[in-house]
């Protein structure tokens, strides 16, 4: 199975910052990749599917780049609502994998 | 508006089974393919299973293969999950998702509020 490794696990930023995620396959996965964002209590929610298309309604400050094996979530300037956890999935074939999570806490 | 609801967790005794329910509303089930994904306590997401829209087609993680029998019911509009010889490491939320095509990438774009699956003695 292919296996995605997020860094950080966890980061603590102040609203105003730039935050970047990354999200590394063990394999090639083309674009293949999704992101999420999951806050306490709730179901993940789709930010980002293709590794780079923002899902309707998900602000522009995120955005999606890469391909492969190395991808990255960016968040242009950290909104209070923004702080929860983060995971990439991929699809490239089943079993389709998430990551193992990175948690933005406030500063 | 789009949903899907869960149902039928509960705490359940080592080597016990449960059967849960994704109930689907706002949208044409039988057009999705659908899957289960489960979140332990504090802990990350692991995908589990998945169905085709006829059913015709299912996939499971090594960890419930064997145990788990995923199937849907269209006419109900509704997914099942049913869980056999289960163990303390199946204690989890479960989440159902919606399996979306946006041309040639996928993601899961619809996901239940969870429902609790505690398994102890």
């Known amino acids: 199975a292919i296996q995605l490794t997020q860094s950080p696990s966890s980061l603590s930023a102040s609203v105003g910052d730039r935050v970047t995620i990354t999200c590394r396959a063990s394999?090639?996965?083309?674009?293949?990749l999704a992101w999420y964002q999951q806050k306490p209590g709730k179901a993940p929610k789709l930010l980002i599917y293709?590794?780079?298309n923002l899902d309707s309604g998900v602000p522009s400050r995120f955005s999606g780049s890469g391909s492969g094996t190395d991808f990255t979530l960016i968040i242009s300037s950290l909104q209070p609502e923004d702080f929860a956890v983060y995971f990439c999935q991929h699809f490239n074939s089943y079993p389709v994998t998430f990551g193992g999570g990175t948690n933005v806490e406030i500063k | 508006e789009v949903q899907l609801v869960e149902s039928g967790g509960s705490l359940v005794q080592p080597g016990g089974s449960l059967r849960l329910s994704c109930a689907a509303s706002?949208?044409?089930?039988?057009?999705?393919?659908m899957n289960w994904v489960r979140q332990s306590p504090g802990k990350g997401l692991e995908w589990i299973s998945y169905?085709?829209?006829?059913?015709?087609?299912?996939y499971y993680a090594d960890s419930v293969k064997g145990r788990f029998i995923i199937s849907r019911d269209n006419a109900k509009n509704t997914m099942y999950l049913l869980m056999s010889s289960l163990t303390v490491e199946d204690t989890a939320v479960y989440y159902c998702a919606r399996d979306r095509w946006f041309g040639e990438s996928q993601a899961f774009d619809i996901w239940g509020q969870g429902t609790m699956v505690t398994v102890s003695s």
């Open positions: 293709g590794a780079t």
């Open positions: 706002g949208f044409t089930f039988s057009s999705y393919e």
């Open positions: 394999q090639g996965i083309s674009s293949a």
């Open positions: 169905i085709r829209f006829s059913g015709d087609i299912k």
